[in-house]
């Protein structure tokens, strides 16, 4: 496509055309880990002597939040139309990173991909940029996620046992997700730690 073409696509376009088929032939399953426009908080409550309402408009919604399992995110990825850089939404999907507790923020134009890594390796970079085409596959963020959160590979059963399921497969509500307060490596003597 020419590029003069795709800095008139929308952001929802370049989401279309270019991220969710990126994020497909890494191996992601389009129906079971890949979820859009996903509701993150849905913005404060405003009170005014009796009255009280919710600011809708500093709702924030992640626009792809990648899955391991259902319930289980492991990386957000933020899109932005043509007419920004490949890195302009990086900053915003680390903010949704630290909402979700997951160690990949990605941001992507639909030139390439923005990453940032919680976890990098001895040697690797934390911030990089990397076609299309070479999106990381869900084991891999997988393993970034468990070494993130402290999970050992005995103990991933029980991370990965259901937390809410719905016979209508509908997808739970924001407060009806996996409790994402916890601490990412919890103490042993804290009440409130998950147990792997």
């Not at 509701?39 to 919604?61: A, D, H, M, Q, W």
């Not at 259902?70 to 850089?85: I, L, R, S």
């Not at 690797?124 to 993130?148: G, H, M, N, S, V």
């Amino acid at each position: 496509m020419d590029s003069k073409d795709k800095k008139a696509l929308s952001e929802t376009d370049i989401c279309d055309l270019f991220i969710t088929p990126a994020l497909r032939d890494a191996g992601w399953d389009a129906l079971r880990q890949i979820r859009r426009e996903v509701t993150l908080t849905p913005g404060p409550i405003v009170v005014r002597g009796n009255v009280s309402s919710r600011n809708k408009k500093k709702k924030k919604f992640a626009d792809y939040v990648l899955y391991w399992e259902p319930g289980v995110p492991v990386a957000v990825v933020e899109a932005k139309d043509n007419t920004h850089t490949v890195s302009h939404g990086l900053q915003q999907a680390l903010g949704y990173a630290e909402i979700l507790h997951v160690p990949s923020a990605f941001s992507s134009n639909g030139d390439a991909f923005a990453a940032h890594n919680k976890v990098p390796a001895p040697n690797e970079d934390i911030e990089t940029e990397f076609a299309l085409d070479a999106f990381l596959p869900p084991d891999q963020l997988w393993q970034r996620y468990k070494q993130y959160r402290g999970i050992a590979d005995q103990s991933e059963s029980l991370v990965i046992q259901p937390y809410y399921e719905d016979s209508n497969s509908k997808q739970p509500r924001y407060y009806q997700s996996k409790p994402s307060t916890a601490p990412s490596k919890p103490s042993p003597t804290s009440k409130n730690a998950y147990c792997w």
